[in-house]
Each structure stands twice: as structure tokens, then as C-alpha cells.
């Protein structure tokens, strides 16, 4: 194989490993915003259960 190849397989390799590419502002915080939204739904559960219970 020559040079050309190998470099045109690297390049797809990168490319694949990549994955789909998250937004600039959103990388830092995803985690953390998917932890408030989870705390904030199981709340918003935990307060309906106790509304309906009395």
C-alpha cells in the first residue's frame, strides 16, 4: 500500500472515531445540566407522590 492510501484510511478512521460532535457552549455543562434535570424530575415525582398519597 502506499503513502496515499494509508493516509486516506487514517483520515476516515479519525473521522468515524470522532462520533457526532457536540456543541462549543455545551460541552462543559451537558453532564451537569443532565444531573439538575434528573434531580428536578425525580423531585417533581417524589412531590406528586406525596400529593396524591393524603
Known amino acids: 500500500m502506499d ?3 494509508l493516509n486516506r484510511i487514517d483520515k476516515l478512521r479519525r473521522l ?3 462520533g457526532p460532535a457536540t456543541p462549543k ?3 462543559p455543562y451537558h453532564m451537569l445540566f443532565l444531573a ?3 434531580i428536578f424530575i ?3 415525582i417524589i ?3 406525596e400529593h396524591n398519597h393524603n
Open 36 to 38: 439538575f434535570l434528573t
Open 25 to 27: 457552549w455545551l460541552k
Open 42 to 44: 425525580f423531585g417533581a
Open 3 to 5: 503513502l496515499k492510501t
Open 16 to 18: 468515524k472515531s470522532r
Open 47 to 49: 412531590k406528586i407522590l
